[in-house]
T-cell receptor
Framework: NAGVTQTPKFRILKIGQSMTLQCAQD?????MYWYRQDPGMGLKLIYY???????DKGEVPNGYNVSRSTTEDFPLRLELAAPSQTSVYFC????????????FGSGTRLTVV | KQEVTQIPAALSVPEGENLVLNCSFT??????LQWFRQDPGKGLTSLLL?????REQTSGRLNASLDKSSGRSTLYIAASQPGDSATYLC?????????FGEGTQLTVNP
């Protein structure tokens, strides 16, 4: 029972490089989310998806892109990495019906130098 | 826009004390409220989920309440233990989004 799986767990990028953070869930959840958490702060929503083929911006989408080609996978793409993107990234999923809670992955710690 | 505030930002108590963490929100049109625990350098662990039609939920030494009319939720921890030391986050679902507070960092001293 894997739940939400994020890879990699840690990554160091140089300024201007690109990378994709992977997120997969095996609970047949419709809704998936990407959050970032800066030190000592709460979680800010980057992008979310309510189903395959449907994505929408959250609070802090600039510098990121997402796609949702399957129900299971929701990758987050960083183009032209900047030091301001140094953060911990969390992926989450839910059934999408509001009476259900959310399941979070264990996070990806990204440092841009 | 939903705004979520958690008070206090940090709390230090001796072992065995009962304590209350507070969460307030600006938009009462919520579907549910969830309390999470986060240990340093780790992910989020769900503690309690309160549906919008409910007023409280209990799990072991934890009790969470929800008062939508006043825009408040509380997390009550009974007989605190050093292992309860962590950051506690409340989060609300409204529309398609889950909005987080900035958390309360709890330290329980032996």
């Amino acid at each position: 029972n894997a739940g939400v799986t994020q890879t990699p767990k840690f990554r160091i990028l140089k300024i201007g490089q690109s990378m994709t953070l992977q997120c997969a869930q095996d609970m047949n959840h419709n809704y998936m989310y990407w959050y970032r958490q800066d030190p000592g702060m709460g979680l800010k929503l980057i992008y979310y998806s309510v189903g395959a083929g449907i994505t929408d911006k959250g609070e802090v989408p600039n510098g990121y892109n997402v796609s949702r080609s399957t129900t299971e996978d929701f990758p987050l793409r960083l183009e032209l990495a900047a030091p301001s993107q140094t953060s911990v990234y969390f992926c989450a999923s839910s059934f999408g019906q509001e009476s259900y809670g959310y399941t979070f992955g264990s996070g990806t710690r990204l440092t841009v130098v | 826009k939903q705004e979520v505030t958690q008070i206090p930002a940090a709390l230090s108590v001796p072992e065995g004390e009962n304590l209350v963490l507070n969460c307030s929100f600006t938009d009462s049109a919520i579907y549910n409220l969830q309390w999470f625990r986060q240990d340093p350098g780790k992910g989020l662990t769900s503690l309690l989920l309160i549906q919008s039609s409910q007023r409280e939920q209990t799990s072991g030494r934890l009790n969470a309440s929800l008062d939508k009319s006043s825009g408040r939720s509380t997390l009550y921890i009974a007989a605190s233990q050093p292992g309860d030391s962590a950051t506690y986050l409340c989060a609300l679902t409204s529309g398609s989004r889950l909005t987080f507070g900035e958390g309360t960092q709890l330290t329980v001293n032996p």
